[in-house]
Structure formats: C-alpha cells, structure tokens
C-alpha cells in the first residue's frame, strides 16, 4: 500500500472519531427534542436516542409527540425504532434511509407529565390554503345545522315583533312602482294629444267632399274623379295604419306595467322567506336531521385526516421550497443537457419505512410508508401509505397515496374498517335526538380524492344492534315521545356521507335510514302546529301590503281605462272617414255605371 493512500486512510478515520466524540448522542437527542416541540407546538421527547456513524445508524427506545390540543396526551407514540442510512450522500448533507423499522406505534396515549410549552405556536406557514378552507367550509355545515332548534313553542311566534325587525321591503317597493305608472300615465297623455287624427279627420273629409260626383259625364272626367277617391283612400290608410302602430306600442307599454304588478307577488315572496327564518321555524328536512345527528363526528374525523393531508402539504413545500429550476439558456444557442445519475440523491429521503403498532383499542397494526422524500420528481415515485390491522372481531385497512410529481398535488385515501365498537359514541346535543350510542358495532368505507382544492369523497357507515343512550335530562312532549319511539324502534343504521366540489364551495350532504322516519313522524305531528305560525306571519305581512298593492293596481286598471277611451274615440273617428270615403267613392263608381248606360242608349238610337 502507498503511504499516500495509507495517510488518507488514516484521515478518515480520525475524522469519524472526531465526528463521534463532538457530535454525541446527547446532542442529536437534544438537537431533534428541540426541533420537533418548535414544529409541533407542545413537547416532543426522546428517550434512548443512539446515532453510530458506522453503518450510518440511529435508534430510539421511546418518541413521544404531545397533542398541543391536549397537552397531558399524547398525539403520537412509539416504542424501539431503528433506522439505517446510507453513508456518502451523509457527507453531502443529503439523508438517505434505505429502512426503518417504527415499533410500538399508538395514538392519544397518556403523559405523565404535562407536554405545555410556554412558547406560542409559530403561525403556519402554508402556500397551499385549500385544506384549511375545506376544513372551515364543513365547520359551517355543522354550526348550521347545529343552531335549529327542534323544540321551539311554535304555537308561540310573535307576528307582530318580527314584521317590526324585518323592515318590510315590498310597501316601499309598491311606492316606487306607483310613482312610475303615474309618469308612464302622463308620458301616455301627452303622446296621445300629439297624435289626434281630428285635423287630418277633418282634411280627409273636405278632400272626398271636394270630388263633385255631378261632373262626371264622360269615361275621362270618371277616370279624374276616381283617382282622386283613391288618394284620398290612401290618406285614409296611412292614418289608419298610424293608429294601429301607436296601439300596439300602448299594448305593450301596459303589459310591461302588467309584468310588474306581478313582480309585486314575488316581493311578497321575499318578504315571507325573511319572515320565516326571523322566526327560526324548525325545518324537518332529510338532510338537517342527518347533520344533526352525525354531522360533528363525521366532520371533526374528516378535518383530522385533512389536517394530516395540509401538514403533507405545508412541510412538502417548504421541503422542494429550495429545488429551484436553473434559468432557461438563450435560444438558438448550443446548451448541455444533464442527465440525473443512477446515484443521484435527493436532500431528504425516506425509502421505505415498517410500522408496527396498535389501535386505542388494542387492535395491532401493521404497514409500511414508501418514498418520503424533498424532490419526488427526482424519484418518480409518489408517496405510499399502507396500513393494516385484525383482532378477532375487528378488520382495518388504510391506503393512501400523496402524489407530488407535478405542479398540482394530490392525494387519495381508502378505509375500511369492520367492526368498531360504537359504545359511548357522542350524537346530537340536542334535548330531543339521543345523547349517544349505548351499544352497536358498526363497518365503515371510506374513500376521498383530492386535486388541488378538488374535492371527492364518500363515506359509507353501516351498523347493528343499535341501542340509544338519551341521559338522564330527557325531554319530555309529545315531539320528544315520537323521537324516542323512533329511535327505540330502530336497531339497524345506514348513514351515506359525500363531499364534492371546490374547497370554498363544498357540497357537504349526510343522508341516513333515520332520516325519512323521523321527517314523516315529525311533520305529521308538527306540521299544523308549524302552519298556523306560518299563517300568522303571512297575515301581517298581507294587511300591511295588500293596499298598497289593490292601490297600484287600481291606477293601473283606471289609467289604461282612460288612455284606452282615448284611443277608442280616435278610432271611431278614423272609422267614420273611412266610411265617408268608401261611400263617397261608391257614388263615383254608381254615376260610372249611368254615364255607361246614356252611351250604350245613344249607341243603341244609332242603330
């Protein structure tokens, strides 16, 4: 061997040792406590941490991950963990783990101390907000549905307050339509005045007056005669025609007038609707009892997995923040094109991860997590998430895969799991639905896929031998007993979950088996109830409307009635100079036919 190469050898050497002995277990374990109580908000902790810089190799006997939410519990926990990495990317600052085994994995496990940390949580730094719009949006849903209160007194609304609140919009818009009928109305007069035909009456008369029938004697003075008549017909016929032009413009002047009279009944209609959700009246639709009953569990399980999707996100960008693109070179100029090396490496990246833990119900797990990394392009590999778990009366299978391979991420989940034992599940708070499930074992599938802020879901949950648990405060009324009869009588449920759409405009609808039988029972107990308040409301606002309303439409029905007079005198005078014409030119055409037979005698003496 060289003394050369033996002296770099050496090097090396003596650099791993330096590196063991300044970089100490204690100070990785520090080192990651520190960074992940900053990332997650509340105590991260790490017990037995080991680093070798042989192999390269790390394990920890126990990680505990605080719920910042719930500082004595923890989020996350594990038990032995080992991992190996691969040595030359290491002296490139760049973490490849070829396999790590996570054992002992559990959730919402308790602390023995508390894992608060004084210090504020650091607001997120997110460039991708769609989630926690999504998460917001379906916040609301429930909110909604959670505000209606099912045993309100209806027999009890308050007609009278509610009109004074509501500010009435239709009166104010009646007044305005009433001002504009009256000025169409004058518009109309002024248009008519213009437009009497008496003069061109009267110059039309004197004209047919003017062809004296006497003087025709002869073929040539009928002729004359007769040409005259018929001009003046043609007067007669553009006035006529005059007048049919300016009705038709009145016709559809008023049906527009006619038009907003009926606009009136669709103010009404406003006014009402605003009435009625002043007055809260319950709405026993499907879809507002299903929210109420299942809309907080499913939403709340819904946002946790969307907030592991979010941090995903966030962490994924702030990871490949730094994997800028070079600058595109100047066209038409020669470039080099550079080929990834079978030995490239991304900055971060975990190959493939085996988990092994278990459910809070002591259900074991199984799994593994593939392709974590800080440049999923370079790997061409999208994040895959398997999980799997069995007892003897329970089956769980999670999928996921996080696809980062392009500009918009995605992400799809898969869940099925049978099973699940439904003793002391929370329902609706409200003091007429049951309080939560005493007993019942229930089977869910689950799947959701997300595009950018695309969302598409479906949540199927089935479950049997069904017992309600009310509490001990029940309500009591005849609304209360109909609810319990149904829910007694109901040992099987079927609840169908979909949401579709954008982020800030999701369609969020829960249908279940409950929903039918409870809107029936309700409605056919409640529903006069629920119609007399209607009827009260609708009454007052009647009274304050109906004048104004019969007062518009009468100035519409007594203006047209005028103007139409008018019209109807214009046409009778027009009518009365087309009948003077026609029979002023009928006398033509007589005295035609005598001058006729006098030739046709004189013809005849001839002879």
Same mark, same amino acid.
């Given at each position: 061997m060289r003394k050369s190469g033996l002296a770099t050898l050496l090097i090396i050497l003596a650099i791993f040792f330096a590196i063991s002995y300044i970089l100490t277990d204690a100070f990785f374990e520090s080192l990651i406590e520190d960074m992940g109580t900053d990332a997650v908000g509340a105590k991260v902790e790490i017990d037995g941490f080991s680093?070798?810089?042989?192999?390269?190799?790390?394990?920890?006997?126990?990680?505990?991950?605080?719920?910042?939410?719930?500082t004595m519990q923890n989020m996350l926990e594990t038990g032995l963990c080992e991992f190996n990495m691969e040595f030359w990317p290491l002296l490139r600052g760049k973490f490849v783990i070829e396999n790590f085994q996570l054992s002992g994995l559990q959730q919402n496990t308790q602390r023995e101390t508390d894992g608060k940390i004084d210090k504020p949580k650091k607001a997120k730094d997110s460039k991708d907000n769609a989630i926690d719009r999504a998460k917001t949006q379906l916040k609301k849903e429930t909110k909604s549905s959670s505000g209606i209160n099912l045993s309100a007194g209806l027999g009890n609304v308050n007609a009278d307050s509610i009109i004074a609140i509501l500010d009435l919009r239709t009166p104010t818009l009646i007044d305005s339509t009433k001002k504009a009928i009256e000025e169409n109305f004058e518009k109309w007069q002024d248009k008519l005045a213009e437009t009497d035909p008496q003069a061109d009456v009267n110059r039309i008369s004197k004209q047919a007056q003017s062809i004296d029938v006497k003087k025709i004697k002869d073929l040539k003075s009928f002729q004359s005669s007769l040409k005259a008549i018929n001009e003046v017909q043609s007067s007669v016929d553009s006035l006529n025609d005059a007048y049919k032009e300016t009705r038709k413009e009145f016709n559809r002047d008023y049906k527009s007038s006619s038009g907003t009279l009926a606009e009136i009944d669709d103010w009404i209609k406003e006014d009402y609707k605003r009435a009625l959700s002043k007055a809260k009246l319950p709405d026993f639709s499907t879809q507002n009892i299903a929210k109420i009953l299942f809309g907080d569990n499913i939403v709340n399980q819904v946002n946790e997995y969307l907030g592991y999707v979010a941090t995903a996100r966030t962490h994924f960008n702030k990871l490949s923040s730094g994997n800028d693109k070079e600058p595109s070179p100047p066209r038409f100029k020669g470039q080099d094109i550079y080929f990834s090396s079978a030995n490239a490496r991304p900055d971060f990246w975990l190959q493939n991860m085996a988990i092994d833990g278990k459910l809070n119900e002591e259900m074991p797990l199984g799994g593994s997590l593939t392709n974590v990394t800080t440049d999923p392009k370079m790997i061409g590999k999208p994040v895959k998430l398997n999980i799997t778990g069995a007892s003897k009366t329970r089956n769980y299978a999670l999928d996921g895969e996080l696809n980062y391979l392009d500009s918009i991420p995605k992400e799809s989940f898969a869940l099925n799991y049978?099973?699940?034992?439904?003793?002391?599940?929370?329902?609706?708070?409200?003091?007429?639905?049951?309080?939560?499930?005493?007993?019942?074992?229930?089977?869910?599938?689950?799947?959701?896929?997300?595009?950018?802020?695309?969302?598409?879901?479906?949540?199927?949950? &089935?479950?049997?031998? #069904? =017992?309600? $648990?009310?509490?001990? *405060?029940? /309500?009591?009324? &005849?609304?209360?007993? #109909? =609810?319990? $009869?149904?829910?007694? *009588?109901? /040992?099987?449920?079927?609840?169908?979950?979909?949401?579709?759409?954008?982020?800030? *405009?999701?369609v969020f609808a829960v249908k279940s088996n409950l929903d039918d039988a409870l809107s029936k029972a309700f409605k056919a107990t409640a529903s006069k109830e629920i119609e007399a308040a209607k009827q009260k409301i609708r009454k007052k606002i009647d009274d304050q409307i109906a004048k104004k309303k019969a007062e518009a439409e009468k100035i519409i029905a007594e203006n047209r009635a005028k103007l139409e007079a008018q019209l109807e005198k214009y046409q009778k005078k027009i009518d009365a100079v087309k009948e003077e014409v026609n029979k002023h030119k009928k006398k033509i055409e007589d005295e035609k036919n005598k001058v006729g037979d006098k030739i046709k005698d004189k013809l005849k003496d001839l002879f």
């Open positions: 680093f070798s810089i042989f192999g390269p190799e790390v394990h920890w006997d126990r990680l505990q991950v605080t719920d910042p939410n719930k049978t099973g699940i034992a439904l003793n002391g599940m929370a329902l609706s708070k409200s003091d007429l639905f049951p309080n939560s499930i005493k007993e019942g074992k229930g089977n869910v599938d689950a799947t959701l896929k997300i595009t950018g802020n695309t969302f598409n879901g479906k949540i199927e949950f &089935k479950a049997g031998n #069904i =017992v309600f $648990d009310y509490g001990e *405060n029940q /309500k009591s009324g &005849k609304l209360a007993s #109909i =609810v319990r $009869d149904v829910f007694n *009588n109901t /040992k099987t449920l079927r609840v169908s979950v979909t949401l579709k759409g954008k982020a800030s *405009n999701l």
